[in-house]
T-cell receptor
C-alpha cells in the first residue's frame, strides 16, 4: 500500500545550525509533496510544498528538494531559530485521488 | 472569523457510547478529511470526502462513520466499535480535486474515553 517514511523521529540542533528531515514515498504516481509544521497544542500548518515537476523550492530559510527517481524528498531549514522548534510532517499526495499520506513526524528541538 | 472549526475542543465519554465530532468550514472547499493523531504515529486518515453525499474510507476507518450532507459540514461519529478511541482528532479541508491544493486544518478535538 501507499506509505511515507520520515526520518529522523527526533532531531536536536544548535541554534543557528541547519536541520534536515528526510522522507521517502512508495507510490511513484505521487505528484505533490507538502510539509507541515505543528507547534505544541496547535494545528498543523503548511510551510512549503513542491510539485513533482520541480526539483527544488526555496522560501527564505526553508527549502525542499525532490528526487523522483529515488522517490525521496527532504526539508532543509537553515540558520535555525528557537521558534523553529515544533513537529514537522512530510506528506505525499496520490495522483489518482485527493488522498494525502503523512509521515510519522519529526520533533525538532532547537538548542540555545 | 473564516476558516475551519471543530467543536468541542475537549470531549469526554464513557466506554460504549457513540460520540459525534463536529467539523465546519466556510472556505467553500469541496474536499474534507478526518485524521487521527496519536503520539509517534503522525496523522492517519480515517475518512475523506471529495464532494457532497460522497465519501471514502481512509486507512483506519473501522469503528468510525461520517456523513457529508452539506458542503460545509463533515461530522465524524466515533462508535462503540472503535477499540481505542482516545486520541486527538483533526479535520481538514482543501479547495478541490485533481490539483495541488493545500489542506487547511481545524484546531482539533481531543477525545478521552474512559
Amino acid at each position: 500500500g501507499e506509505n511515507v517514511e520520515q526520518h529522523p523521529s527526533t532531531l536536536s540542533v544548535q541554534e543557528g545550525d541547519s536541520a534536515v528531515i528526510k522522507c521517502t514515498y512508495s507510490d511513484s504516481a505521487s505528484n505533490y509533496f507538502p510539509w507541515y509544521k505543528q507547534e505544541l497544542g496547535k494545528r498543523p500548518q503548511l510551510i512549503i510544498d513542491i510539485r513533482s515537476n520541480v526539483g527544488e523550492k526555496k522560501d527564505q530559510r526553508i527549502a525542499v528538494t525532490l528526487n523522483k527517481t529515488a522517490k525521496h524528498f527532504s526539508l532543509h531549514i537553515t540558520e535555525t531559530q528557537p521558534e523553529d522548534s515544533a513537529v514537522y510532517f512530510c506528506a505525499a499526495r496520490m495522483n489518482r485521488d485527493d488522498k494525502i499520506i503523512f509521515g510519522k513526524g519529526t520533533r525538532l528541538h532547537i538548542l540555545p | 472569523d473564516g476558516g475551519i472549526t471543530q467543536s468541542p475542543k475537549y470531549l469526554f465519554r464513557k466506554e460504549g457510547q457513540n460520540v459525534t465530532l463536529s467539523c465546519e468550514q466556510n472556505l467553500n472547499h469541496d474536499a474534507m478529511y478526518w485524521y487521527r493523531q496519536d503520539p509517534g504515529q503522525g496523522l492517519r486518515l480515517i475518512y475523506y470526502s471529495q464532494i457532497v453525499n460522497d465519501f471514502q474510507k481512509g486507512d483506519i476507518a473501522e469503528g468510525y462513520s461520517v456523513s457529508r450532507e452539506k458542503k460545509e459540514s463533515f461530522p465524524l461519529t466515533v462508535t462503540s466499535a472503535q477499540k481505542n478511541p482516545t486520541a486527538f482528532y483533526l479535520c481538514a479541508s482543501s479547495a478541490g480535486t485533481g490539483a495541488f491544493h493545500e489542506q487547511y486544518f481545524g484546531p482539533g478535538t481531543r477525545l478521552t474515553v474512559t
